[in-house]
């Protein structure tokens, strides 16, 4: 009996355990649904104990009443799962076996002729009625798709989002090599927009700076050029305070964001904090020219 449910909970475990978690990308919904299974297993596991304590117990009491009252008494006062659970089994119980005991001795081994357990019965009776449902929705009605078919829909399901993917690559393919200035009244806008929605709460409306550095002058913790501003907006300084936008901002926004910046570099804030960093001397072709030499130059 106790085996049994040791065995359950090292299969449940087991499956648990097949889902391994990587901690380096896991975000705050992963984290928090890992707490919540932990809780549910936890949960479960005190639910099991519980039950075998119960189970003990209930052992010892209908042996007391069997002392007392014999068989039929046992049968009365027992749960309505304890009923099933006869039920299901319907063994002969020990004091009884001598009523299905075979007559042939194998070497004074004998065999007991017990009949089939009605749990097992019933089993197999299901499984022909599953079998027929089955057969009749996989085969005859077709009102589900066999694995094949399933397969074949995922495969044209995941290349209809790869040419999604990749009719829009020009824009996602930047990253902090080849990121430009990028001149385009809208596209600043853009980069302005979010720079008002996510950035000034740290680094103030006009790149004043507060709990973040000041952005419009030429001195720059992480480097001033595009690429530099870009990779610290992309990966963040995260003991520092400041997110890695990688996961919330698209590279092409991350581009716009960062080119917004630039041209705030030079402007004078209301309430400007104090140069933070070294002084930044951009080379003279960066601000005229966003080609992509230039990129490797910088490089
Ligand atoms: C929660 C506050 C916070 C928010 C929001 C925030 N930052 Fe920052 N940011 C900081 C801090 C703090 C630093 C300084 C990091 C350091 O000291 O290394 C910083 C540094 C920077 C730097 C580098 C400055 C330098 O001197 O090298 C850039 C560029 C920057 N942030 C851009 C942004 C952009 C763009 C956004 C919005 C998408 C943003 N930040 C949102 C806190 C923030």
């Not at 902090?176 to 200035?181: D, I, L, T």
């Not at 979010?194 to 004043?208: Q, R």
Request: charged share 20%.
């Amino acid at each position: 009996m106790k085996s049994r449910w040791i065995t359950l909970i090292i299969l449940f475990l087991m499956f648990v355990g097949q889902q391994p978690v990587q901690a380096q990308d896991m975000n705050s919904t992963q984290a928090f649904y890992l707490v919540s299974g932990l809780l549910l297993v936890i949960s479960i596991l005190v639910l099991i104990v519980a039950i075998v304590v119960l189970q003990v117990l209930r052992a010892f009491y209908e042996k007391e009443i069997a002392l007392k009252g014999g068989k039929a008494e046992v049968e009365k006062k027992q749960s309505w799962w304890g009923k099933l659970i006869s039920k299901a089994n319907d063994s002969v119980p020990l004091e009884e076996e001598e009523t299905v005991i075979l007559a042939h001795s194998y070497d004074g081994i004998r065999e007991l002729d017990n009949h089939l357990p009605p749990w097992w019965k019933w089993l197999f009776y299901l499984s022909i009625i599953f079998a027929f449902v089955y057969l009749g929705v996989y085969h005859v009605f077709k009102t589900m798709p066999l694995q094949t078919e399933e397969y074949e829909t995922e495969m044209a399901l995941a290349e209809e989002q790869r040419l999604l993917r990749v009719a829009d690559q020009p824009k996602s393919n930047i990253d902090e090599n080849n990121v430009a200035f990028v001149d385009d009244p809208e596209a600043l806008a853009q980069g302005k927009q979010v720079f008002t929605m996510s950035c000034a709460p740290c680094h103030k409306e006009d790149g004043g700076g507060g709990i973040g550095p000041n952005l419009t002058d030429d001195y720059w913790i992480h480097g001033g050029s595009i690429q530099d501003i870009f990779r610290t907006i992309k990966v963040g300084v995260p003991e520092k305070g400041m997110i890695a936008w990688e996961s919330t901002l698209s590279p092409e926004k991350m581009q716009n964001v960062s080119s917004y910046i630039m041209t705030l570099v030079g402007t004078t804030p209301a309430a400007p904090k104090e140069p933070q960093g070294e002084l930044y001397v951009p080379t003279p072709k960066e601000t005229t020219s966003n080609d992509s030499t230039q990129v490797a130059v910088n490089n």
